[in-house]
């Protein structure tokens, strides 16, 4: 399988709204690897590694969200794999 990332900027209402802990959990049930956290700005920052159908999956869902978030934009920037393992929420 090939490998593929994207790093994807999120605005609008999405911080207080759980949006990182529900993108944790739909990374991980399609099967993804990558990290999420919250801007100071107000965005949600977050990378996803993975079969380009998750990926594309996962980027479709961002425009969304959780209940309770209103995005404006989700902006996407194709990046290269770095092989991470996991995904979880970074507080930095």
């Known amino acids: 399988m090939k490998l593929i990332a994207a790093h994807v900027l999120i605005s609008g209402k999405v911080q207080g709204v759980g949006y990182r802990y529900s ?3 739909k ?3 399609l099967g ?3 990290w999420v956290k919250n801007l ?3 965005r949600v920052e977050t990378v996803f590694e993975g079969s380009q159908m998750a990926v594309e999956q996962m ?3 961002c425009h ?3 209940q309770g978030a209103i995005v404006s934009e989700v902006r996407v920037e ?3 794999p770095e092989a991470l ?3 979880e929420i970074k507080y930095s």
């Open 59 to 61: 980027i479709q869902w």
């Open 23 to 25: 993108t944790v959990h």
């Open 27 to 29: 990374a991980k049930e």
């Open 64 to 66: 969304q969200g959780p």
């Open 78 to 80: 194709r990046v290269q």
């Open 85 to 87: 393992e996991g995904f």
């Open 40 to 42: 100071e700005d107000g």
């Open 32 to 34: 993804l690897q990558g």
